[in-house]
Each structure stands twice: as C-alpha cells, then as structure tokens.
C-alpha cells in the first residue's frame, strides 16, 4: 500500500500544474473564443435541428411459457445459465428484417409515399445498382424502419423497452405498438410452425413405424407357421409368476421335469421306505402298530389270552373250553399276520410304482430332449423376429403418444411474451435536447480548445520561463531578466541599482561567482541563439553590476558587424577591436575609461570585412589571455550563434559562455541545436540568461510578480 501511494504522488509529481495553467494562460482569448464558438454553433444546431419524439412500448420477456396442458415442451428455450443468451436473442428477433417487413406491410408504408416524407425522407427513390425504383423504395422503408428503431433491455429485468423515433409523435406511437404486437404475433407463428412441422414430421414416422410393425409381426408369424413351431410364451407361467417357455415341445419339456423331480422325490422316498420296512420285523412296523384293525384284534386277544390262561388254571389243556380258547387265540393271531404282511406288501407296491413312473418319465424327457434340440435352431430366428416386432411396437407406441400429445397442443398455444405498457403519443421531442447539446458544445468547445492550446505549446515549442530552459534545453539558468514596459531602456534601467533590472543582474552576478570552485571565471562570451534578444544589454548590465562589488571588467564589443556597446556606454567607436586584431593598433590606444569606476571597454572599431578570419586567428586568443592577466574577468560581446560562425570561435577562446535568451521567442529545437554547436567548437556554457520575461503573459504573474516587486521595494 504504501509502494502504490508513493508512485500516486511520483505520478502526480510529473505533472506540471503551474506549467499547464501557464499554457491555458497564455491561450485565454482563443480558448474563450472557441469555447463561445461552440456554443453558438451549438445553439444553432439546436435551434435548425428538426423535433424528433420518441415513443416507447414495453413487452415482458419470460425464458418459459406457463404450462396450460402440462404436456408441453419444457425445454423450448434455453437452460436458467443461460438466460442471457435467450433474451439477446429476443431482442435481434425485434430488430430483424423479418419482423420489419412484417411492420411496413401491416401499416401498408410500402405504399404510402406520405411515411417517407413523415419521416424526413425523399419519397422518390430512384433505382441504384440490380434493385429496381420499386425494390429501391422498399429498402428505404425498411431502412428506416431499422434506423430509427430502440430495443433495451435491463439487466435486472425481463421487460425490454421498444422505442422509435419520428418527427410525427402519433406515427411513433403506431410503430412501436406495431412493433409489440407484431413481435407477440410472430413468437405464436414460429411457435405454431415448429409444432406443425413437428406433427407433420412424427405422422411420417408414425405411418413408417405402422408399416415395418406389420411387416415384422406378418414375418413372423409365417415363420412360426412354416416352422411349426408353438408359441407358448403367452400362455404358459411358471410357478414363481415368470414368463414361461416359448415353444409347446419347451412347454411340454419343462412340465415333465418338474412332474420327474416330483417321482424322483417319491421314488426315494418310498425305496427307502421299503429298505426300513424290510429289514425290521412285521409287528414292528410303524405302520402295523398304528393299524386300527390291527389294534382291535390285539386288544381282542389280549382278552382272550387272559381267558385262557384263567381257564388253564382251572383245567386242563385238553379240555375242550381251554382248547377253544385255544384255537381264538391262533385264529386271531393268523389274523393279525395276515393284515401286517399285507401293510408291508403295499409299501412294496408303492415303492415298485415310483420306480416306473419314474422310468416312464426319464424315457419321455429323453425323447423331448431330442425334440426341443431340434426345436431351438428354429425358436433363435422366431425370437429374433418377435424381438424386432416387440421393438417397432414400443417404437409405435411412443410416436403414437407424442403425436397424440402435439395434436392436443397445437390448439392451445401459450406464449412467453406480454405487452405490459402500449406507447402513448409523446408531447415532448427527445431531439433537440437543449440542455444536452450546449452541455456537449460546452465540453466540445472545451476538449478542441484544450487541443488547440496543446498543439499551439507543441507547435511554437518556445522558451519562456526558467523551468522550460531546464526542462526543454538542459541548461543552468543563471538569472532572470524582467520585461520592461512603456519602452524603457534596459541599459538605462541596469545603471540604477535600485530597479528591477539591477537586481536581476545582481542575482546573475551572484550566479558567476558561485559558478565554479575558482569563482568568477577569467573571461566570459555572451550570446545567443539569433539578433534582437539583448546580449548586448546583459553584457553591459553584468559589467556594472560586477564592477558594483569591486571587480575590475574590461568588455570588449566582438560583435563586428552589428556593434552597440560604444552606443550604451557612450563611447568612441573609432578605434577599437577590429584595429588591435589586424595590428593597427595597440591594447593602450583601444582601452576606453568608462564612468563606471573598474570598468573599461574596447568597442568593436571600424567594420571589418572579414571578422570571422580576425577571430580564428591565433592573435585573438593571445589578446583573451593577456587581458585576463590585466583585469577580474573579461566579458565579450559576441553576435549570435546561428547566423554566423563568429561566436563559435570566440567561444572556444573563453573559458565560459552565457547563452542569453528571450522569452517565448526562440524554439527549444533552435536553442538546443545553437548550444550543440558551440559544444562542437570547443566552448563551455555556463548557463543561460531568460531576458525580458514577462511573467503575466507567461501565466506565472502571482509568483514572478510578488517576487520581483518584493526585491524592488526591499532595495
């Protein structure tokens, strides 16, 4: 957080505020001027501009039509997620072509010339390209239409808007009703036509699935009757409720076994049956004991045992009531064995009787084993066949109940689309909206002349404050000089020490001596990039001013071909540099006293016809190095940089250069490429004067002014 809000105020650091309100500043009139500009222009649009009314219909838009049968489709639109494609779609189905044609036929404007005309249009409508006149007349209808029609819709809502637009406020209001009405229409009709589509399609498939499940039951049921084989799935069942076999041999095959596991069961039960009734004693038997006629003949000769065993204790055996006692006995002994070998003869039988139904039943398996094998090659293809039929059936049946469904639903039609508000006739154009178009002429007016002003900065890219010398040049500003008005002379202005212009000389002279570690340099050049900028003024006023505090100036003029120092100090220019550099006379004969107590100067002399040979002379440099011996520091007046190449070699003899510069006169380019020059001549700048600089006209007249007017009265 605080890494981001130090690149803020880094950023914010980089923008010049005071430079950018100097620019507006400087381009107040033609700012002014374009901003009222644009707002005439903008109450002229307004006031030629033809009223247009807007008139809005509003239709709801639900993704699912309520459900009237309950047998409707429910994925007639697109899925919840994607609900947002769907109500596009809605809303390109308002704008489409279609539903436009629909409108212009509905209120016949194909026909009727006076639409066009309502609307702003030409109603003769020539042929253009392969359309005919009449061709060429519909397009521009429908064009119109499209041009001037609205649809929107909300985020958070499912009621779209349509609007349309006309010079006409009632023709607006029928269109968009139209619009409504007929798009409800249109959703019905596709509605209707993808159902009749569908009911048409599912009746051919229906007859085609009719068909093949005639074909397929007629196959086989041929097959069964060539084959002769039973179909016996539908009657037979199994016990557990299953379906049953699926042939008669099967059928018969299938009951056999069950009736051979039951023999089977009995046989075993009753061979052992036998086994246990065998190998055990005949009055044994479970069931010889359990007999009834067995149970009474026991108690019976229980009976008459005991009798007779009375009877023997009394008589003899031989007597004849013991002997017939005798002979019950036995009878209804041979009585009892009789019914008991009987009861085991019968478990016998039973048993024998199991084992051949059982034989019996096993031989019959055996031959519908054989049968049924034979049987199965046949039964595969009859399945195959049933299995075809049974799916054309289910395939038919399903058809049948779709179709039956779609029938139902095509005379119930629901639709997912209302009309909530019809358009009323507007009483209010939406076009020309007065407070609008001044508002867009306002920041029009305001963005073209913000434009202008960072083209005109752009354009004439010109030097006029310090900080431009900085940014735009690269040079130190060693002071800034004040414009002078009401024609002033700025020689005059330097000579008295309590002006404006003094003090900024004075700051300039402070700037010297604190310019390198050895002070004030030996010899200084002054001069700048083209004529009329004031070096000559500068040169003059830094003399006074370093003769002010005690230095010893000799200012020499070098300017050759237009002198003026003999002109500020008021001095004669008879003799001077031009005769010392062709040795027509000596440095006493030149020097010229000044009023100015430590300052001398040797003015430019006659005109010489060839300076710039004079100066790259090694005379010159030895005339720079004996006079910096002979005074504090030598200033020379030199001419400009970009005419002539005079200042070039000058420069390259001093051990420092000061570029003087005016105010919002020369390009940052032209300066850079002057100060390039002299760097490439051997000359050192030191930095750079900004002359009349007027800080009102520059945009920085709160600052520049408070600070001058405070140096004035402080001196």
């Known amino acids: 957080m605080i890494e981001r809000g130090d ?158 637009d006309s010079p006409d406020p009632e023709l607006a209001a029928q269109i968009a009703n139209s619009y409504a009405e007929n798009y409800i229409r249109s959703n019905l009709q596709r509605k209707f036509d993808t159902s009749a589509y569908a009911r048409e399609f599912l009746k051919g498939q229906l007859d085609e699935a009719a068909a093949r499940l005639a074909e397929s039951e007629r196959q086989a049921l041929e097959y069964a009757r060539n084959t002769r084989v039973i179909d016996a799935s539908n009657a037979a069942q199994s016990e557990t409720g299953r379906s049953g076999p699926s042939s008669l041999v099967t059928a018969t095959l299938v009951q056999l076994n069950e009736a051979y596991a039951v023999a089977l069961a009995r046989r075993i039960e009753a061979e052992q049956k036998w086994n246990e009734t065998r190998s055990q004693p005949v009055m044994a038997l479970p069931e010889v004991l359990n007999n009834l006629a067995i149970q009474r003949l026991l108690e019976e000769r229980a009976k008459l045992q005991a009798s007779y065993e009375e009877q023997l204790q009394r008589r003899r055996q031989d007597h ?50 054989t049968d049924t094998l034979d049987e199965q090659g046949k039964s595969v293809q009859l399945g195959i066949l049933q299995r075809q039929t049974n799916n054309n059936r289910e395939l038919y049946d399903l058809l049948l109940q779709r179709f039956n469904e779609l029938n139902a639903e095509a005379g119930v039609q629901a639709n997912n689309v209302a009309i909530v508000d019809r358009a009323d006739i507007p009483d209010k154009p939406v076009v020309p909206n007065i407070p609008l178009n001044l508002a867009l002429s306002l ?59 003094s003090e900024a000389f004075s700051s300039i002279r402070s700037s010297l001596m604190l310019s ?37 100036v000799l200012l020499m003029d070098l300017d050759l071909r237009r002198p003026r120092q003999h002109h500020l100090f008021n001095l004669d220019n008879a003799c001077g540099m031009s005769n010392l550099l062709t040795h027509n006379a000596t440095a006493d004969e030149v020097i010229q006293k000044t009023e100015f107590e430590g300052i001398s100067v040797i003015p430019s002399g006659g005109i010489a016809p060839n300076p710039t040979e004079l100066l790259a002379g090694q005379t010159f440099r030895e005339i720079v190095r004996k006079f910096e011996g002979l005074y504090d520091v030598v200033l020379i007046d030199s001419p400009p940089l970009l005419a002539l190449a005079d200042a070039v070699e000058i420069g390259s003899a001093t051990d420092g250069s000061i570029f003087v510069i005016e105010s919002a006169r020369t390009s940052s380019s032209a300066l850079r490429s002057a100060m390039e020059r002299l760097r490439h001549g051997g000359g050192s700048i030191l930095g750079a004067v900004l002359t009349k600089f007027d800080p009102k006209e520059a945009g920085y007249s709160y600052y520049y002014a408070y600070d001058y007017q405070y140096k004035a009265g402080d001196n």
């Open 320 to 369: 004849p009531v013991v002997k017939q006692a005798k002979a019950s006995i036995d009878e209804i002994d041979r009585q009892i064995s009789n019914i008991a070998v009987g009861i085991r003869q019968t478990v016998n039988s039973n048993y024998r009787a199991a084992v051949k139904q059982e034989q019996a039943l096993e031989a019959q398996i055996a031959q519908l084993k």
């Open 443 to 501: 920041v029009g007016g305001i963005a073209f002349a913000g434009a202008f002003v960072f083209g005109r900065e752009q354009f004439f890219d010109t030097v006029r404050t310090a900080d431009d010398l900085t940014r735009k040049v690269g040079v130190a500003v060693l002071g800034v000089v004040p414009f002078v008005k009401g024609g002033v002379d700025v020689a005059e202005e330097a000579k008295d020490n309590k002006t404006t212009i």
């Open 516 to 552: 390198s570690s050895n002070g004030l340099p030996n010899s200084l050049m002054f001069t700048s990039a083209q004529q009329g900028e004031g070096k000559s003024s500068a040169c003059f006023a830094t003399a006074l001013a370093l003769g002010r505090v005690g230095k010893t």
């Open 7 to 164: 690149d803020d105020r880094s950023l914010l650091g980089d923008i010049d505020f005071g430079a950018v309100w100097a620019a507006i500043y400087r381009s107040r009139y033609w700012i002014g001027g374009i901003v009222i500009g644009a707002l005439v222009l903008g109450v002229l649009v307004t006031l030629l501009t033809t009223p247009v009314y807007r008139a809005k219909a509003t239709v709801q838009i639900d993704q699912e039509a309520a459900k009237i049968l309950g047998t409707e489709d429910t994925n007639m639109t697109a899925a919840i997620q994607d609900s947002d494609r769907f109500l596009q779609t809605q809303l390109d189905v308002i704008r489409s072509r279609s539903l436009t044609i629909t409108i212009a036929e509905d209120l016949g404007f194909f026909d009727d010339p006076d639409f066009l005309v309502a609307m702003g249009y030409d109603p003769e409508v020539e042929a253009y390209g392969a359309l005919t006149a009449e061709q060429a007349k519909r397009e521009q209808v429908i064009q119109t239409l499209s041009e001037n029609l609205g649809v929107a819709l909300p985020v958070d809502s499912r009621v779209a808007s349509i609007t349309f």
